[in-house]
C-alpha cells in the first residue's frame, strides 16, 4: 500500500542553519504530495504542495520538489528561525483520496 | 472567519465512559476526517465522511463512532470499547471528496486532547 517516510527526529539546528527533512514515498499512480506544520499544542497547518512530477512547493521560505524519479520531496529552507521550531509531516493523497502521513519530524531551532 | 473548530480543548474521561467530541466546520467542504495522534506515530484516520449522512470507516475505527447530519457537523464519540482512548484528537475537512484530483488538501482544526483518568 501507500506510505511515507520520514527521516527521524529530532533535529536540532542553530538559528540561520540550513534545514533539510528528508521524505520518500511509496504510492501507485501520481499521488499529490503535501508538507503541513504542526506548533506544540495546535492542528496541522498545510505548508506547501506540489501536484504533479517537478512541481515545487513553496512557502515561507521553505520548498520542496516533487521528484518522481527518487520517489522524493524533502522540506528545505535555506536559513532557519527559533520561530520555525515544530513537527513537519510529509503526506501524499492515495488514490482513494485519503491522505497518507509520515510519522513526523520534530525541529528545534536554538537562538 | 472560516475554519474548523473542535471543543472541548481538553476532556477528561473516567474508565466506562463514552464522551463525544465536537467539530464544525464553515468552509462549505463536503468531506471531513477525524484523526488520532499519538506522540512518535503520526496521524492515523478514525472515520471520514464526503457527504452527509454518509461516512466510513478509516484504519482504526474500532471503539469509535460518528455521524454526519449537517454538512457543517461531524461528531466522534469515544466509547467504553476503546481500550486506550488516551490521545490527541484532531478533525479536518477538504473541498474535494475523496478521490478525485485536484490534491485533495485538508484543513485542520486545533484538535481535542483527550485524557483517560
Known amino acids: ?111 | 472567519d472560516g475554519g474548523i473548530t473542535q471543543s472541548p480543548k481538553y476532556l477528561f474521561r473516567k474508565e466506562g465512559q463514552n464522551v463525544t467530541l465536537s467539530c464544525e466546520q464553515n468552509l462549505n467542504h463536503d468531506a471531513m476526517y477525524w484523526y488520532r495522534q499519538d506522540p512518535g506515530q503520526g496521524l492515523r484516520l478514525i472515520y471520514y465522511s464526503q457527504i452527509v449522512n454518509d461516512f466510513q470507516k478509516g484504519d482504526i475505527a474500532e471503539g469509535y463512532s460518528v455521524s454526519r447530519e449537517k454538512k457543517e457537523s461531524f461528531p466522534l464519540t469515544v466509547t467504553s470499547a476503546q481500550k486506550n482512548p488516551t490521545a490527541f484528537y484532531l478533525c479536518a475537512s477538504s473541498t474535494l471528496p475523496p478521490g478525485l484530483a485536484g490534491g485533495n488538501e485538508q484543513f485542520f482544526g486545533p484538535g481535542t486532547r483527550l485524557t483517560v483518568l
Open chain 1, 1 to 111: 500500500g501507500d506510505s511515507v517516510t520520514q527521516m527521524e527526529g529530532p533535529v536540532t539546528l542553530s538559528e540561520e542553519a540550513f534545514l533539510t527533512i528528508n521524505c520518500t514515498y511509496t504510492a501507485t499512480g501520481y499521488p499529490s504530495l503535501f508538507w503541513y506544520v504542526q506548533y506544540p499544542g495546535e492542528g496541522l497547518q498545510l505548508l506547501l504542495k506540489a501536484t504533479k512530477a517537478d512541481d515545487k512547493g513553496s512557502n515561507k521560505g521553505f520548498e520542496a520538489t516533487y521528484r518522481k524519479e527518487t520517489t522524493s520531496f524533502h522540506l528545505e529552507k535555506g536559513s532557519v528561525q527559533v520561530s520555525d521550531s515544530a513537527v513537519y509531516f510529509c503526506a501524499l493523497s492515495s488514490p482513494s483520496g485519503k491522505l497518507i502521513f509520515g510519522q513526523g519530524t520534530e525541529l528545534s531551532v536554538k537562538p
